[in-house]
Structure formats: structure tokens, C-alpha cells
């Protein structure tokens, strides 16, 4: 069992993404690999259901050697598979604050283009997913800054 796509990604109540698709997903360093905490990362879709996923790579192996040299000198890029498991089902209030949560902890990356609170008044203003996504993608991921100008006034 898969998710469907696009999902919205939340890290250790910091990191905000939306994902069209998992291609991001199907390369990592090995030492992502060996150091995967799946429980730390969150996706949610529009059917109102909550996901986590490893990664998968049966030629790597977790031991001293590995771990050692991905944390020095060898840290290759390795191809895996996803092994996505359901972790609940979520409402969109939830969704919200944990949207909220990574806004108020904020370094200068989700509000480089607007404000945090215009951020979270649109966000509070959505009624579905999908206007979670549109709002995420034009205030935060995919910004137009021209129109944000332009509908500021200036």
C-alpha cells in the first residue's frame, strides 16, 4: 500500500515540504540510509490519512565499516525502494498545526517570500487539502513574487 501524490511533508515539527512524487526519495547518501529515523517525518494526503516510509537497500549493510566510512571519506549516493506504512489517519485541524508548529519555529525558509502570519491566515482559511497545497506552493514553494507584490500593492 502506497500513498497518493502530492503529499505534504512534516520534519520533527520544523521541516515543510509538498512532494508531487517520490523521484526525490529514490537516491540517498548511505548515510541517510544507515541513519533513518522514519518516525521523525510525516506525510499527509488528501484522503486524510498519515504516512512514514523507510528506505530500502539490501546491499548495504548497517555495520561499523559502513557507518565509519559514511561518516568520513565514502558517503555514495545509493538507489532505494520505499517501504511506506500507514501511521493513522489525520483531520485537517491536525494538519494545520503541525503546519503552525513548523511556521513558529521558522528560521527565515518557509517565510522568505511572506510573512509568517499571512502564511498561517491562509492556511487557517483552507477547507480542503488541496487549498493547503495551493497555499503552501504560492506563499512558500512554487512563489510567483511579482504577483505577491502586486497583491500587497506594491
Not at 488528501?46 to 528506505?55: D, E, H, I, P
Not at 495551493?134 to 500593492?153: M, S, T
Amino acid at each position: 500500500m502506497t500513498p497518493e501524490f502530492p503529499l505534504i511533508s512534516v520534519y520533527k515539527d520544523r521541516g515543510l515540504n509538498v512532494f508531487k512524487d517520490d523521484s526525490l526519495f529514490r537516491k540517498v547518501t548511505t548515510y541517510t540510509l544507515i541513519s533513518q529515523n522514519p518516525d521523525e517525518n510525516n506525510f499527509y494526503d488528501r484522503y486524510g490519512k498519515r504516512w512514514t516510509f523507510r528506505f530500502i537497500n539490501d546491499k548495504i549493510k548497517n555495520d561499523f565499516k559502513t557507518r565509519l566510512l559514511a561518516n568520513t571519506i565514502y558517503n555514495p549516493m545509493v538507489s532505494v525502494d520505499l517501504d511506506w506504512k500507514l501511521n493513522g489517519s489525520y483531520d485537517l485541524s491536525e494538519l494545520k498545526n503541525a503546519i503552525f508548529l513548523c511556521v513558529d519555529k521558522d528560521d527565515d525558509i518557509i517565510t522568505q517570500f511572506e510573512e509568517a502570519d499571512i502564511i498561517k491566515n491562509a492556511i487557517r482559511n483552507c477547507e480542503t487539502f488541496d487549498d493547503i497545497v495551493f497555499a503552501l506552493n504560492k506563499y512558500v514553494f512554487e512563489v510567483d513574487e511579482q504577483r505577491l507584490l502586486k497583491e500587497r500593492g506594491n
